[in-house]
């Protein structure tokens, strides 16, 4: 039985996947601001989203990096639909640090001869 055998659970996780790749580095729940915590959210992230894919403790910026890039490698192993990937992909392309960029378009390009856009 695959991922793809169990729609619910694999909806879940490619949305999962999808907004740890919008975490912004540097980014808390538990970090402390004079704004409430529904104006500290990361765009394209609901509260409940954010918190979930954050964790108990703030993650170092390395570490998250580390983790694009699996998450984006993984994405690349034709083991999802091509596309239900391609928009954490283009979320991936569009991300701060080079190395999580340079991944995801390369991955994009070795999968959009299989994506209709």
Known sequence: MGLNDCPNVARLFKQFL???????YGSHPSIKSTEPVSARVPAGLSE????RVAGEAPIKAEDLEKTKVGIVKFIGKYLLPEMEVALHLIVAMADTRHVVANEADTVMRKLSGHIKW
């Open 18 to 24: 999808l907004d740890y790749l919008l975490l912004p």
């Open 48 to 51: 409940s989203s954010w918190k």
